[in-house]
Structures are given as C-alpha cells and as structure tokens.
C-alpha cells in the first residue's frame, strides 16, 4: 500500500508559475516505488497524462504541456515536483499524483487525492 499525498494548488494569473508536490508514503518496506506520475482532469474532460519519471531516470510529458512543465523526482524521498510554467486558462484543472509501486511479483498504480489548480485573471 502506498500513500500519495499532494499540495500546492491555487488560484494563479495566466502566465504566473506554480509548483505542486508530492510525497508517496509506502505502508511497509514491500512497496518499492518505481515511477511517479502527475496527471490532471478538467471538468467534463477525460483524464490526461502531465508528466512521468521513472527510475533511471526516465522522464515523459505530455503533449500539452512539453516545454512549459518540468518534474522533479527525488528517488530517495518519493517525492515528486510538477513545475508549471507560463500558465494558460486551459491548465485549469484536478491535478493528481499517482505512484507506481513493485510488490513481490506484483506491479500497482496509486492516485492521490488531486489539487486543485485554476488559472484565471
């Protein structure tokens, strides 16, 4: 089992910069932590992938935000920063965390809570 817990969103202006964090807490010593990912879900959109970095490490963004976000993952903390830069309206959205986790033989995912980011003037 794994805990995400994140923070930092707010109320920003278009063009403002922000930082979300995330901390994934494992309940026990079998949970290894093998990628973390930041994704976010606007009202009435589906679910879309920000950014992933994997352990190596490996790092992905998506489409969307390639160029103005960065991640930044500290494998010795699980913890994981989603810097946002040049915000626009459309980055309004639920900004989730999610965890992957190796355990035994097995390989989970884990979602935060979300937070909430919301880009207007």
């Known amino acids: 089992q794994v805990q995400l817990v994140e923070s930092g969103g707010r109320l920003v202006q278009p063009g403002e910069s922000l930082t979300l964090s995330c901390v994934a807490v494992p309940s026990g010593p079998g949970s290894i932590i093998t990628a973390m990912s930041w994704y976010r879900q606007a009202p009435g959109n589906q679910r879309e992938h920000v950014a992933t970095?994997?352990?190596?490490?490996?790092?992905t963004y998506g489409d969307s935000v390639k160029g103005r976000f960065s991640i930044a993952r500290d494998e010795s903390k699980n913890t994981a920063l989603l810097r946002m830069n040049s915000l626009k309206f459309e980055d309004t959205a639920v900004y989730l965390c999610a965890a992957q986790a190796l355990e035994g033989s097995y390989v989970r995912d884990y979602w935060g809570q979300g937070t909430h980011v919301t880009v207007s003037a």
């Open positions: 970095a994997a352990n190596g490490p490996r790092v």
